[in-house]
């Protein structure tokens, strides 16, 4: 059975920070990403990573306050979030890119992260 299960959300004032976690099972995922929605906005594409090397990706809105991170033994992938904005206010989904593959197919049901003034 794949998972991928997202934790870390939550509700934090502008400028604070916030550490996202997501663990995969069932797969052998080649690269995991972070996305996120807001309401009545498109999912957007915020940060990505491969398992096996490679420089991490990052969407224009968040380059310099969000880094994404791995730790292979433990298939976790994470999202450090800093120097938070009300416009980060979102649902954030962790997703996996499997081997054999070339597009996201699986998807952690969401954290909610929401940014107060």
């Known amino acids: 059975q794949v998972q991928l299960v997202e934790s870390g959300g939550g509700l934090v004032q502008a400028g604070g920070s916030l550490r996202l976690s997501c663990v995969a099972s069932?797969?052998?995922?080649?690269?995991m990403g972070w996305f996120r929605q807001a309401p009545g906005k498109e999912r957007e594409h915020v940060a990505a990573?491969?398992?096996?090397?490679?420089?991490?990706w990052y969407a224009d809105s968040v380059k310099g306050r969000f880094t994404i991170s791995k730790d292979n033994a433990k298939n976790m992938v994470y999202l450090q979030m800093n120097s938070l904005k009300p416009e980060d206010t979102a649902v954030y989904h962790c997703a996996g890119v499997e081997k054999g593959t070339n597009q996201y197919n699986y998807w952690g049901q969401g954290t909610q992260v929401t940014v107060s003034l």
């Open positions: 069932g797969r052998t995922f080649i690269q």
């Open positions: 990573i491969t398992w096996y090397g490679g420089s991490p």
